[in-house]
Nanobody, 128 residues
Framework: QVQLVESGGGLVQPGGSLRVSCAAS????????MGWFRQAPGKDREFVST????????YYPDSVKGRFTISRDNAKNTVYLQMNSLKPEDTAVYYC?????????????????????WGQGTQVTVSS
C-alpha cells in the first residue's frame, strides 16, 4: 500500500514557474514508477509525465515537453514536477500516481490504468 500526498500548487502568472511535490509513504518507494497527471474542469485526466523507479527513464507528452521536468529523490520518498514557462492552459488539478510496473512503452505509461495508487491532487492556476 502506498499513500501519496501532493503539495506546492498555487497561483502563478503566465510565463512563471512552479514546483509541485509528491511525498509517498512506505519503504518500497524506489520500486515504483511515478507519474503526474492533470485534470481541468470538464476535461479528461491528462498524462503529464512519468519516471522509472531508478529515475533513468522519463516520458512527456508534446504539450509539456521542454517546459516540465520530472525528478525523484528515492532517499526522501518524493517525486517532483518542475514546471516552467507556464501557460493558462496548464491550469488544472495535478495528481501524483504510483505504479508497481516498470519498463512500459509510452502507450502504457501514459494511461491512468497503468497506475495503482493516486494522491488527492493539488491545484495549479496560471493566470494574470
Amino acid at each position: 500500500q502506498v499513500q501519496l500526498v501532493e503539495s506546492g500548487g498555487g497561483l502563478v502568472q503566465p510565463g512563471g514557474s512552479l514546483r509541485v511535490s509528491c511525498a509517498a509513504s512506505g519503504r518500497t518507494f524506489s520500486r515504483y514508477s511515478m507519474g503526474w497527471f492533470r485534470q481541468a474542469p470538464g476535461k479528461d485526466r491528462e498524462f503529464v509525465s512519468t519516471i522509472s523507479p531508478s529515475g533513468s527513464s522519463t516520458y512527456y507528452p508534446d504539450s509539456v515537453k521542454g517546459r516540465f521536468t520530472i525528478s525523484r529523490d528515492n532517499a526522501k520518498n518524493t517525486v517532483y514536477l518542475q514546471m516552467n514557462s507556464l501557460k493558462p492552459e496548464d491550469t488544472a488539478v495535478y495528481y501524483c500516481a504510483a505504479s508497481s510496473r516498470d519498463g512500459g512503452s509510452y502507450r502504457y505509461v501514459s494511461s491512468p490504468t497503468w497506475y495503482d495508487y493516486w494522491g488527492q491532487g493539488t491545484q495549479v492556476t496560471v493566470s494574470s
